[in-house]
């Protein structure tokens, strides 16, 4: 008898997995990915005014197919908030298995794939990190980068400096570690092994001459073409780039498009986080910069989703309802006259 689908809240993911068991089942993904046996949905999304802010909606998706799933996760991010949903399907039977709340879901896939980029690219001894960005990703960017490595200290840095403060009692409360506040990002990022931003900045606000010989970066925040953090100056820079999707960052990263540009042969030099995971390759002593740039993935949605959803059931977790193949009505056959004129 089929296992019958499962409602999995946000509750339910932060006691089922942590952020060690993120990056290691995003791990786990993107060398299936590597091997031909798990493939992404090309991201889409759509803009518009939300009260005179900006709105998006997103959709993204995957599929596992020796493992036997496939899914999708959809938001919409207003200036009210987002609510994302992951919902999964038996790839061979095409029925639903369980639908997941994604907002934690989202911040530790996003954490996760910054935590994966690091453990592969910063220098082994890099001890420090400057985030800039104070939101609701932050604190698990600076999870996933301590997961990997051993940070004597964070650097905060955020326009808002209330936001700022709150962030860095966060990081020492949630954490265990040591904190400053940053006054500006030149401050914050100067010297720093590892940088991560993690904003909604529209213009690029950093600068090779900020950044130290050595430093691995890991670009979170713009995710469309309207967003961008980086300078060019800074890829020019850059020993090793690396993109969890290079088809995604040739359509939605304004700061790779314009300094690739749109000639294929230029994107040789960026390569997928995926094949960074299966090659095992790590950081050269003569590397200077190294930038991993990540858009989200339908791949590492699934992945964490996955593993979640296996846990869940497992544990007996989530709550149960009825397939709908079970419960859909019967729909009318006839057509009234008139009907299908639509009037």
């Known amino acids: 008898m089929s296992q019958s689908p499962v409602w999995i809240t946000e509750a339910d993911v932060v006691s089922l997995i942590?952020?060690?068991?993120?990056?290691?089942a995003l791990q786990a993904g993107l060398r299936a990915e590597a091997a031909g046996a798990a493939h992404n949905m090309t991201k889409t999304h759509v803009e518009w005014q939300a009260d005179g802010a900006h709105a998006t909606l997103h959709a993204i998706g995957g599929v596992f197919s020796d493992g036997g799933f496939a899914g999708t996760k959809t938001w919409a991010h207003t200036p009210g908030g987002a609510t994302p949903v992951l919902v999964l399907f038996?790839?061979?039977t095409g029925a639903l298995k369980g639908i997941i709340e994604a907002f934690a879901l989202g911040q530790m896939?996003?954490?996760?794939?910054?935590g994966v980029a690091t453990a592969a690219l910063a220098a082994a001894n890099a001890d420090e990190l400057a985030i800039v960005g104070t939101g609701k990703q932050s604190i698990a960017q600076i999870a996933a980068v301590a997961a990997v490595r051993s940070l004597k200290r964070v650097r905060v840095h955020g326009r808002d400096a209330g936001r700022r403060a709150q962030c860095v009692g966060r990081v020492g409360r949630e954490l265990g570690l040591e904190a400053v506040e940053a006054a500006s990002v030149a401050d914050a990022v100067r010297g720093a092994p590892i940088v991560t931003l993690v904003t909604r900045a529209r213009e690029p606000f950093l600068t090779a001459r900020m950044l130290t010989r050595g430093a691995h970066i890991n670009a979170v925040g713009a995710i469309t073409p309207g967003g961008a953090e980086l300078a060019s100056d800074v890829l020019e820079r850059c020993a090793t780039v690396v993109?969890?999707?290079?088809?995604?960052?040739?359509k939605l990263s304004s700061e790779l498009i314009g300094y690739f540009g749109r000639a294929p042969e230029r994107w040789t030099a960026v390569q997928s986080l995926a094949s960074l995971v299966a090659s095992g390759r790590g950081r050269f002593?003569?590397?200077?910069?190294?930038?991993?740039k990540s858009l989200g993935t339908g791949i590492s949605d699934l992945s964490l989703?996955?593993?979640?959803?296996?846990?869940?059931?497992?544990?007996?977790?989530g709550r149960?309802?009825?397939?709908?193949?079970?419960t859909a009505p019967r729909l009318?056959?006839?057509?009234?006259?008139?009907?299908?004129?639509?009037?």
């Open 18 to 24: 942590d952020m060690a068991d993120a990056i290691g």
């Open 285 to 292: 002593a003569s590397d200077d910069l190294t930038l991993f």
């Open 332 to 343: 009318r056959t006839a057509i009234g006259k008139g009907d299908a004129n639509g009037v």
């Open 320 to 326: 149960a309802f009825e397939h709908p193949q079970q």
């Open 305 to 317: 989703g996955i593993e979640v959803y296996r846990r869940a059931v497992h544990a007996g977790t």
């Open 243 to 250: 993109a969890d999707s290079v088809a995604q960052a040739q």
């Open 109 to 114: 896939r996003t954490g996760a794939a910054s």
């Open 90 to 92: 038996d790839s061979r």
